[in-house]
Protein backbone atom coordinates (compact mmCIF):
# COMPACT_ATOMS: atom_id res chain seq x y z
CA UNK A 1 0.00 0.00 0.00
CA UNK A 2 1.03 3.58 -0.83
CA UNK A 3 1.89 5.77 1.68
CA UNK A 4 2.67 9.43 1.36
CA UNK A 5 4.15 11.62 -0.54
CA UNK A 6 3.03 9.06 -3.24
CA UNK A 7 -0.58 8.34 -1.66
CA UNK A 8 -2.54 11.45 -0.76
CA UNK A 9 -6.04 10.91 0.10
CA UNK A 10 -6.99 14.76 -0.83
CA UNK A 11 -6.51 13.92 -4.53
CA UNK A 12 -10.19 12.75 -4.87
CA UNK A 13 -11.65 15.80 -3.45
CA UNK A 14 -10.41 18.84 -5.46
CA UNK A 15 -12.93 18.25 -8.46
CA UNK A 16 -16.25 18.18 -7.41
CA UNK A 17 -16.72 15.70 -10.10
CA UNK A 18 -14.42 13.30 -8.85
CA UNK A 19 -16.09 13.64 -5.25
CA UNK A 20 -19.53 13.12 -7.27
CA UNK A 21 -17.74 9.60 -8.69
CA UNK A 22 -16.23 8.56 -5.55
CA UNK A 23 -19.77 9.04 -3.28
CA UNK A 24 -20.41 6.48 -1.22
CA UNK A 25 -24.11 7.10 0.11
CA UNK A 26 -27.12 8.27 -1.43
CA UNK A 27 -30.57 9.20 -0.29
CA UNK A 28 -33.27 8.51 -2.37
CA UNK A 29 -37.03 9.25 -2.20
CA UNK A 30 -37.82 5.25 -2.46
CA UNK A 31 -35.99 5.37 1.34
CA UNK A 32 -38.86 8.09 2.80
CA UNK A 33 -41.70 7.21 4.64
CA UNK A 34 -43.66 10.07 5.83
CA UNK A 35 -45.30 10.00 9.30
CA UNK A 36 -49.31 11.59 9.14
CA UNK A 37 -51.97 12.05 12.31
CA UNK A 38 -55.30 11.90 11.72
CA UNK A 39 -57.69 13.37 14.00
CA UNK A 40 -61.83 13.30 14.14
CA UNK A 41 -63.84 16.77 12.35
CA UNK A 42 -63.54 17.98 9.28
CA UNK A 43 -61.13 20.95 7.35
CA UNK A 44 -58.46 20.39 10.72
CA UNK A 45 -55.22 21.26 10.62
CA UNK A 46 -53.33 22.10 14.50
CA UNK A 47 -50.09 22.26 13.57
CA UNK A 48 -47.85 20.23 16.22
CA UNK A 49 -46.10 23.11 18.57
CA UNK A 50 -42.86 21.48 19.26
CA UNK A 51 -42.85 20.42 15.78
CA UNK A 52 -43.48 23.00 13.44
CA UNK A 53 -44.55 21.88 9.89
CA UNK A 54 -46.59 18.84 11.00
CA UNK A 55 -49.99 19.10 11.33
CA UNK A 56 -52.73 17.03 13.05
CA UNK A 57 -55.24 16.97 10.13
CA UNK A 58 -59.00 15.66 9.59
CA UNK A 59 -59.70 13.04 7.07
CA UNK A 60 -60.60 15.41 4.07
CA UNK A 61 -56.94 17.05 4.87
CA UNK A 62 -55.18 14.00 5.06
CA UNK A 63 -56.64 12.96 1.79
CA UNK A 64 -55.43 16.03 0.27
CA UNK A 65 -51.81 15.94 2.05
CA UNK A 66 -51.60 12.05 0.65
CA UNK A 67 -51.95 13.10 -3.15
CA UNK A 68 -49.35 16.09 -2.22
CA UNK A 69 -46.75 13.37 -0.45
CA UNK A 70 -47.53 11.08 -3.51
CA UNK A 71 -47.15 13.84 -6.22
CA UNK A 72 -43.80 14.45 -4.58
CA UNK A 73 -42.61 11.20 -5.48
CA UNK A 74 -42.38 10.02 -1.90
CA UNK A 75 -43.66 6.33 -1.93
CA UNK A 76 -45.24 5.72 1.44
CA UNK A 77 -46.94 7.01 4.39
CA UNK A 78 -47.38 5.91 7.80
CA UNK A 79 -50.59 6.81 9.45
CA UNK A 80 -51.30 7.40 13.08
CA UNK A 81 -54.59 7.96 14.88
CA UNK A 82 -56.36 10.24 17.54
CA UNK A 83 -60.18 8.82 17.91
CA UNK A 84 -63.12 10.40 18.66
CA UNK A 85 -63.04 8.74 22.40
CA UNK A 86 -60.38 7.06 24.72
CA UNK A 87 -61.13 3.70 26.73
CA UNK A 88 -59.50 1.70 29.00
CA UNK A 89 -59.72 -1.43 26.29
CA UNK A 90 -58.28 1.33 23.46
CA UNK A 91 -61.29 0.29 21.80
CA UNK A 92 -61.40 3.02 19.15
CA UNK A 93 -58.46 0.88 17.52
CA UNK A 94 -60.12 -2.40 16.14
CA UNK A 95 -62.98 -0.57 15.65
CA UNK A 96 -63.96 -1.71 11.81
CA UNK A 97 -65.25 2.40 11.30
CA UNK A 98 -62.48 3.58 13.88
CA UNK A 99 -60.11 6.83 12.57
CA UNK A 100 -57.61 5.16 10.99
CA UNK A 101 -60.47 2.65 9.24
CA UNK A 102 -61.80 5.62 7.78
CA UNK A 103 -58.55 7.21 6.88
CA UNK A 104 -57.35 4.25 4.52
CA UNK A 105 -60.73 3.90 3.12
CA UNK A 106 -60.90 7.73 1.89
CA UNK A 107 -56.85 7.85 0.78
CA UNK A 108 -57.28 4.17 -1.04
CA UNK A 109 -60.43 5.73 -2.93
CA UNK A 110 -59.20 9.01 -3.66
CA UNK A 111 -54.80 8.46 -4.45
CA UNK A 112 -53.34 6.28 -6.62
CA UNK A 113 -49.80 5.61 -6.12
CA UNK A 114 -49.62 5.42 -2.52
CA UNK A 115 -48.53 2.91 0.17
CA UNK A 116 -50.76 3.11 3.38
CA UNK A 117 -48.68 1.68 6.19
CA UNK A 118 -50.32 1.46 9.91
CA UNK A 119 -48.90 1.84 13.00
CA UNK A 120 -50.45 -0.72 15.37
CA UNK A 121 -50.36 -0.12 19.10
CA UNK A 122 -53.24 1.07 21.83
CA UNK A 123 -51.52 4.48 23.11
CA UNK A 124 -53.21 6.70 21.22
CA UNK A 125 -56.35 4.34 21.66
CA UNK A 126 -56.30 4.16 25.96
CA UNK A 127 -57.91 6.27 28.42
CA UNK A 128 -54.72 5.57 30.19
CA UNK A 129 -52.53 5.98 27.49
CA UNK A 130 -50.21 2.87 27.77
CA UNK A 131 -49.75 0.67 25.04
CA UNK A 132 -52.18 -2.46 26.27
CA UNK A 133 -54.46 -3.52 28.80
CA UNK A 134 -53.43 -2.94 32.43
CA UNK A 135 -53.85 -4.93 35.49
CA UNK A 136 -53.46 -1.90 38.43
CA UNK A 137 -50.13 -0.43 36.70
CA UNK A 138 -48.67 -3.80 34.89
CA UNK A 139 -49.41 -4.21 31.42
CA UNK A 140 -50.87 -7.84 30.38
CA UNK A 141 -49.10 -9.16 27.74
CA UNK A 142 -50.56 -11.82 25.48
CA UNK A 143 -54.12 -9.78 26.35
CA UNK A 144 -52.70 -7.14 24.98
CA UNK A 145 -51.24 -8.97 21.94
CA UNK A 146 -54.87 -10.37 20.95
CA UNK A 147 -55.93 -6.95 20.48
CA UNK A 148 -53.09 -5.88 18.70
CA UNK A 149 -54.09 -9.12 16.43
CA UNK A 150 -57.37 -7.51 15.61
CA UNK A 151 -55.97 -4.25 15.25
CA UNK A 152 -53.48 -5.84 12.60
CA UNK A 153 -56.24 -6.95 10.73
CA UNK A 154 -59.00 -4.25 10.90
CA UNK A 155 -56.63 -2.30 9.20
CA UNK A 156 -56.19 -4.73 6.83
CA UNK A 157 -59.68 -4.98 5.98
CA UNK A 158 -60.02 -1.47 5.31
CA UNK A 159 -56.81 -1.71 2.92
CA UNK A 160 -53.52 -0.83 4.45
CA UNK A 161 -50.77 -1.98 2.63
CA UNK A 162 -48.14 -2.78 5.42
CA UNK A 163 -48.48 -2.79 9.43
CA UNK A 164 -45.93 -1.98 11.83
CA UNK A 165 -46.57 -2.80 15.03
CA UNK A 166 -44.93 -0.42 17.69
CA UNK A 167 -46.37 -1.98 20.77
CA UNK A 168 -42.67 -4.28 21.73
CA UNK A 169 -44.92 -6.30 23.98
CA UNK A 170 -43.99 -10.22 23.45
CA UNK A 171 -44.65 -12.58 20.58
CA UNK A 172 -47.13 -9.73 18.70
CA UNK A 173 -45.55 -10.62 15.62
CA UNK A 174 -46.59 -14.28 15.23
CA UNK A 175 -49.90 -13.25 16.58
CA UNK A 176 -50.36 -10.69 14.28
CA UNK A 177 -48.60 -12.73 11.30
CA UNK A 178 -51.08 -15.55 11.77
CA UNK A 179 -54.34 -13.53 12.47
CA UNK A 180 -54.01 -11.90 9.05
CA UNK A 181 -52.66 -15.24 7.30
CA UNK A 182 -55.95 -16.95 8.74
CA UNK A 183 -58.46 -13.97 7.44
CA UNK A 184 -56.53 -14.31 3.91
CA UNK A 185 -53.73 -11.70 4.04
CA UNK A 186 -51.02 -13.18 3.61
CA UNK A 187 -49.49 -10.80 0.74
CA UNK A 188 -49.72 -8.02 3.44
CA UNK A 189 -45.71 -7.44 4.92
CA UNK A 190 -45.30 -6.74 8.59
CA UNK A 191 -42.36 -3.75 9.33
CA UNK A 192 -41.83 -4.44 12.93
CA UNK A 193 -40.92 -2.11 15.49
CA UNK A 194 -38.10 -4.33 16.38
CA UNK A 195 -35.74 -2.13 18.19
CA UNK A 196 -37.77 0.22 20.22
CA UNK A 197 -35.89 2.06 23.01
CA UNK A 198 -37.66 3.98 25.81
CA UNK A 199 -36.42 7.62 24.62
CA UNK A 200 -36.77 11.48 25.74
CA UNK A 201 -36.61 11.75 21.93
CA UNK A 202 -40.76 10.90 21.60
CA UNK A 203 -42.03 13.81 23.81
CA UNK A 204 -43.11 15.88 20.68
CA UNK A 205 -44.87 12.67 19.12
CA UNK A 206 -46.66 12.39 22.22
CA UNK A 207 -48.20 15.50 21.74
CA UNK A 208 -48.79 14.95 18.40
CA UNK A 209 -50.61 11.64 18.94
CA UNK A 210 -52.12 12.76 22.26
CA UNK A 211 -50.70 9.34 23.87
CA UNK A 212 -48.34 10.31 26.79
CA UNK A 213 -49.13 7.83 29.72
CA UNK A 214 -51.08 9.09 32.74
CA UNK A 215 -48.54 7.65 34.98
CA UNK A 216 -45.50 5.70 35.05
CA UNK A 217 -43.72 5.14 31.70
CA UNK A 218 -43.13 2.92 28.94
CA UNK A 219 -39.77 0.73 30.53
CA UNK A 220 -41.32 -2.67 31.20
CA UNK A 221 -41.52 -3.19 27.64
CA UNK A 222 -39.35 -0.44 25.55
CA UNK A 223 -35.76 -1.57 25.37
CA UNK A 224 -33.29 0.11 28.07
CA UNK A 225 -31.33 3.20 26.41
CA UNK A 226 -27.61 1.49 27.28
CA UNK A 227 -28.35 -1.91 25.67
CA UNK A 228 -27.26 -3.39 22.31
CA UNK A 229 -26.91 -7.28 22.44
CA UNK A 230 -30.34 -6.65 23.19
CA UNK A 231 -31.32 -4.79 20.27
CA UNK A 232 -30.23 -8.48 18.18
CA UNK A 233 -32.11 -10.64 20.54
CA UNK A 234 -35.23 -8.64 19.74
CA UNK A 235 -34.62 -8.09 16.37
CA UNK A 236 -33.92 -12.12 16.02
CA UNK A 237 -37.18 -12.83 17.34
CA UNK A 238 -39.58 -10.62 15.79
CA UNK A 239 -37.78 -11.96 12.13
CA UNK A 240 -38.00 -15.60 13.48
CA UNK A 241 -41.72 -14.74 13.81
CA UNK A 242 -42.06 -13.49 10.58
CA UNK A 243 -41.32 -9.77 10.27
CA UNK A 244 -40.48 -8.30 6.80
CA UNK A 245 -38.74 -5.60 7.34
CA UNK A 246 -37.41 -4.67 10.91
CA UNK A 247 -37.15 -1.27 12.18
CA UNK A 248 -34.50 0.22 14.81
CA UNK A 249 -35.81 4.26 16.79
CA UNK A 250 -34.56 6.17 17.14
CA UNK A 251 -32.26 6.96 14.43
CA UNK A 252 -29.62 9.47 15.23
CA UNK A 253 -28.41 8.07 18.64
CA UNK A 254 -28.60 4.61 17.81
CA UNK A 255 -26.64 4.29 14.53
CA UNK A 256 -24.33 1.53 16.01
CA UNK A 257 -27.04 -0.39 16.52
CA UNK A 258 -28.84 0.26 12.85
CA UNK A 259 -25.00 -1.44 11.74
CA UNK A 260 -24.88 -3.86 13.86
CA UNK A 261 -28.72 -5.33 12.90
CA UNK A 262 -28.31 -4.33 8.97
CA UNK A 263 -24.85 -6.58 9.40
CA UNK A 264 -26.08 -9.46 11.66
CA UNK A 265 -29.20 -10.37 9.87
CA UNK A 266 -28.76 -8.69 6.48
CA UNK A 267 -32.62 -7.55 5.97
CA UNK A 268 -34.99 -4.90 5.15
CA UNK A 269 -33.91 -2.53 7.61
CA UNK A 270 -35.81 0.92 8.44
CA UNK A 271 -35.05 3.34 11.43
CA UNK A 272 -37.05 5.63 12.52
CA UNK A 273 -35.91 9.79 12.52
CA UNK A 274 -38.38 10.30 15.40
CA UNK A 275 -39.87 13.79 16.73
CA UNK A 276 -37.31 14.83 18.74
CA UNK A 277 -34.84 14.44 16.36
CA UNK A 278 -36.82 16.74 14.15
CA UNK A 279 -37.27 19.33 16.50
CA UNK A 280 -33.88 19.51 18.03
CA UNK A 281 -33.22 20.41 13.92
CA UNK A 282 -35.67 22.36 13.54
CA UNK A 283 -35.24 24.81 16.88
CA UNK A 284 -31.85 25.12 15.94
CA UNK A 285 -32.58 26.02 12.84
CA UNK A 286 -35.43 28.24 13.58
CA UNK A 287 -32.76 30.25 16.02
CA UNK A 288 -30.14 30.50 13.08
CA UNK A 289 -27.93 28.14 14.94
CA UNK A 290 -27.43 25.77 12.41
CA UNK A 291 -28.10 25.35 8.84
CA UNK A 292 -30.93 23.42 8.81
CA UNK A 293 -31.43 21.61 5.37
CA UNK A 294 -27.34 21.40 5.27
CA UNK A 295 -28.10 19.39 8.96
CA UNK A 296 -31.40 17.84 7.88
CA UNK A 297 -29.94 15.56 4.63
CA UNK A 298 -26.57 14.90 6.95
CA UNK A 299 -28.84 13.44 9.60
CA UNK A 300 -30.86 11.51 6.90
CA UNK A 301 -27.76 10.36 5.02
CA UNK A 302 -25.96 9.38 8.06
CA UNK A 303 -28.65 7.29 8.81
CA UNK A 304 -28.48 5.58 5.53
CA UNK A 305 -24.74 5.58 5.85
CA UNK A 306 -25.05 3.41 8.89
CA UNK A 307 -27.35 0.60 7.08
CA UNK A 308 -30.83 1.68 6.80
CA UNK A 309 -32.63 0.83 3.95
CA UNK A 310 -35.40 2.60 5.04
CA UNK A 311 -35.97 6.06 6.92
CA UNK A 312 -39.12 7.23 8.78
CA UNK A 313 -38.65 11.12 8.52
CA UNK A 314 -41.03 13.99 9.46
CA UNK A 315 -38.41 15.86 7.02
CA UNK A 316 -39.78 13.36 4.19
CA UNK A 317 -41.27 16.06 2.17
CA UNK A 318 -38.36 18.45 2.38
CA UNK A 319 -35.77 15.84 1.78
CA UNK A 320 -37.79 15.05 -1.66
CA UNK A 321 -38.14 18.78 -2.40
CA UNK A 322 -34.51 19.03 -1.84
CA UNK A 323 -33.40 15.62 -3.89
CA UNK A 324 -35.25 17.06 -6.93
CA UNK A 325 -33.40 20.32 -6.85
CA UNK A 326 -30.10 19.03 -6.23
C1 LIG B 1 -46.57 4.39 19.66
C2 LIG B 1 -45.47 5.11 18.97
C3 LIG B 1 -44.60 6.09 19.47
C4 LIG B 1 -43.82 6.54 18.40
C5 LIG B 1 -44.20 5.79 17.29
N1 LIG B 1 -45.21 4.90 17.67
C6 LIG B 1 -44.51 6.74 20.80
C7 LIG B 1 -44.15 6.02 22.00
O1 LIG B 1 -43.73 4.87 21.99
O2 LIG B 1 -44.31 6.66 23.02
C8 LIG B 1 -42.79 7.63 18.47
C9 LIG B 1 -42.53 8.36 17.21
C10 LIG B 1 -41.87 9.69 17.34
O3 LIG B 1 -41.43 10.12 18.42
O4 LIG B 1 -41.77 10.35 16.32
N2 LIG B 1 -46.22 3.28 20.38
ZN1 LIG C 1 -47.67 2.47 22.15
Redesign the pocket.
Known amino acids: MAVYPTKRLRRLRYNPLVRDMVRETYLNKNDLIY?LFVVPGENVKNEVKSMPGVFQLSIDNIVKECKEVSELGIPAVIL?GIPEEKDEMGSGAYNDNGIIQRAIRAIKAEVKNLLVIT?V?L??YTSHGH?GVLDGENILNDETVSLLAKEAVSHAQAGADMIAP??MMDGRIASIRKALDYKGFTHIPIMS?AV?YSSG??G???DA?E?APAFGD?RSH?MDIANSDEAIREAESDITEGADIIMV?PAGAYLDIIYRVKTQFQMPTAA?Q???E?AMIKAAGKLGWIDEERVMIESLIAIKRSGADLILT?FAKEAAKYLDKN
Request: aromatic residues 30%.
Open positions: PFDCCECSDYKYYPFRASRQKYVSGYY
